[in-house]
């Protein structure tokens, strides 16, 4: 399910959005060479007509996907239709959207459980006498000091 807030904020700047159709790469035949296919979703974040916390939220949250200049690029060529790409570049912007306006759990720190100390403890303490077999036997008689 899509947040109603992400649908608003498509709605308001699907206007600022541009599509671009280029040569697709892939299966398609002697098509491919002959239809553009590939659609490209361009849409200047920076100069966007949205609130400005709105804004500074996709700015951070999307920065490795937006270039130098501001600008989110979405590319598509999964199918051989310019219309089913158009859509799933809409698609894709909108779970992007979605996830960079989603809201991340606080982590509730928690403690190990009795059981769990016990099993590391009686790990250490293995692991420690598996050690002491593999000394020699003169650090043996040191480390027992009588």
Same mark, same amino acid.
């Given at each position: ?35 553009? &296919? ?9 100069? &966007? /007509? ?65 059981? /769990? ?30």
């Amino acid at each position: 399910m899509v947040p109603t807030n992400v649908l608003r904020i498509i709605d308001q700047i699907k206007p600022e959005l541009t599509f671009s159709a280029s040569r697709s790469s892939g299966p398609g035949g002697q098509n491919v060479n002959k239809v553009n &296919s590939r659609i490209t979703l361009s849409w200047k974040v920076s100069e &966007s /007509a949205l609130e400005p916390a709105l804004k500074e939220t996709i700015l951070r949250k999307l920065h490795s996907r937006i270039t130098a200049d501001g600008e989110l690029q979405i590319t598509v060529q999964e199918s051989r239709s310019q219309l089913q790409n158009k859509e799933a570049t809409l698609q894709k912007l909108q779970e992007l959207l979605t996830k960079a306006f989603a809201q991340r759990k606080v982590r509730k720190a928690t403690k190990p459980g009795a059981a /769990a100390k016990q099993a590391r403890l009686k790990s250490k303490k293995q692991h420690s006498e598996k050690k002491k077999w593999r000394q020699k036997q003169s650090k043996k008689l040191l480390a027992c000091s009588w």
